[in-house]
């Protein structure tokens, strides 16, 4: 399968801080990405598309301003939180698709907020 | 009515048993279907894939497609502990860029 980093894997911030998540796809150009959130004993939710060299789109309710996404060459996109509070500790993880649909996950940050 | 439908279980199956998950989907325009494992505290990893109707297997594992039943499928033959795990199934429609909608799940346990 395909390889996608992500870094940090854990970060600890306090409150009103911002956290910039990096995700990578080693072996492959991945046009798209996405990005999404996963709280404990829930599925995946997908918080946002990401495509290279233009805006990301973003799912309802996701604040866009919050969640600044840049996805700005073919192997990386990054993941600002901004100003973030308790309520957004969580298990961020992106995904880069190579081919048509296949999608591969990277490992995954878990965030936690003070 | 949620998009795609998993039973959350857990699903309990001895050493050695078939394990079969099992995924309905609501919108019949979904072209690909995938399954992913999750093993407590990491990031989903791809098993299988498949796109047409019929069965597809990959060593132990199978993956059964059912459109006109809305259903697809994900057996295990010799489950073994390391399989206990969250499987999801997730699909995907053509028109929409790729974007994948998860089911909330399957957890498996496989006891020696």
């Known amino acids: 399968g395909a390889v996608v980093s992500q870094h940090p894997s854990r970060v600890i911030c306090k409150s009103g801080t911002s956290v910039k998540i990096e995700c990578r796809s080693l072996?492959?150009?991945?046009?798209?990405m996405f990005w999404y959130r996963q709280f404990p004993k829930q599925s995946l939710m997908l918080m946002a598309t990401s495509n290279e060299g233009s805006k990301a789109t973003y799912e309802q309710g996701v604040e866009k301003d919050k969640f600044l996404i840049n996805h700005a060459s073919l192997t990386l996109s990054t993941l600002t939180v901004t100003s973030a509070h308790p309520e957004d500790s969580s298990f961020y993880i992106c995904?880069?698709?190579?081919?048509?649909?296949?999608?591969?996950f990277g490992p995954g940050t878990r965030l936690l907020v003070l | 009515q949620k998009e795609v439908e998993q039973n959350s279980g857990p699903l309990s199956v001895p050493e050695g048993a078939i394990a079969s998950l099992n995924c309905t989907y609501s919108d019949r325009v979904s072209q690909s279907f995938f399954w992913y494992r999750q093993y407590s505290g990491k990031s989903p990893e791809l098993i299988m894939s498949?796109?047409?109707?019929g069965d597809k297997e990959d060593g132990r594992f199978t993956a059964q497609l059912n459109k006109a039943s809305q259903y697809v499928s994900l057996l295990i033959r010799d489950s073994q502990p390391s399989d206990s795990a969250t499987y999801l199934c997730a699909v995907s429609r053509y028109n929409q860029g790729g974007k994948l909608i998860f089911g909330q799940g399957t957890e498996l346990s496989v006891k020696p």
């Open positions: 072996d492959f150009q991945a046009t798209t």
């Open positions: 498949i796109y047409s109707n």
């Open positions: 995904s880069a698709r190579r081919s048509q649909e296949t999608q591969y």
